[in-house]
């Protein structure tokens, strides 16, 4: 059973904070790894991709890959409370197999 | 505004009734996947195609589900018959396969209640 775990959280940061998001994944053979943002009763949006190791920054954002340990994260520097949000992980076998989520981070951002 | 465009986006249904979900995808994008979402379970893929071809639809109840793309500009998801569990949001997205990966781009979602 191919996996991605997260802690479903709630994670608590204070604005302007550095919130940090871990996800590890079961499944060697995956390539490709992506991080989704979903607030309350709207559909996924994607934030990241990221597909080799190492750090890949956009804006506030940073992912970070490391395949030999099979951990997946995301940074959010200056956290806002418009952060606040569940974050999802996913990971796929490259441009050959499904796209699998984990359950999602409940990040809350306070004033 | 590129986007999937998923109709209906609520459905009430009593139980037994047959369920007909559509999904217009990105024009372009070869790959859609559909997705079942609950508290309990999170996103669960149910089946995914590529090129309208389905490539893996090993997560969905084959015995009351079924999909299908019958044009590269409409996937259905079908449920007959409906159960009480079945309630949940049911995501399509949208890809374009490449060498790297496929960045799925999600649509607003049926929420479906069986009663």
């Known amino acids: ?111 | 505004d590129a986007r999937v465009t998923q109709t209906p986006r609520d459905k009430v249904t009593e139980m037994g009734q047959e369920v007909t979900m559509r999904c217009q995808p990105i024009l372009g994008h070869n790959t859609v996947f559909w997705y079942r979402q609950t508290m309990m379970q999170g996103l669960e893929l149910l089946a995914y195609f590529r090129n309208r071809a389905p490539l893996d639809d090993s997560g969905m109840p084959k015995d009351r589900f079924s999909a299908e793309m019958p044009d590269a500009t409409l996937a259905t998801l079908k449920i007959q018959p409906s159960e009480p569990r079945d309630s949940a949001v049911y995501f399509c997205a949208s890809g374009l396969v490449d060498t790297g990966g496929t960045e799925a781009f999600f649509g607003q979602g049926t929420r479906l209640t069986v009663v």
């Open chain 1, 1 to 111: 059973q191919k996996e991605v775990e997260q802690n479903s959280g709630p994670l608590s940061v204070p604005e302007g904070a550095i919130a940090s998001l871990n996800c590890t994944y079961s499944d060697r053979g995956s390539q490709s790894f992506f991080w989704y943002r979903q607030y309350s009763g709207k559909s996924p949006e994607l934030i990241m991709s990221i597909y080799s190791n190492g750090d890949k920054e956009d804006g506030r954002f940073t992912a970070q890959l490391n395949k030999a340990s099979q951990y997946v994260s995301l940074l959010i520097r200056d956290s806002q409370p418009s952060d606040s949000a569940t974050y999802l992980c996913a990971g796929a076998r490259g441009s050959q197999g499904n796209l699998i989520f984990g359950k999602g981070t409940k990040l809350s951002v306070k004033p």
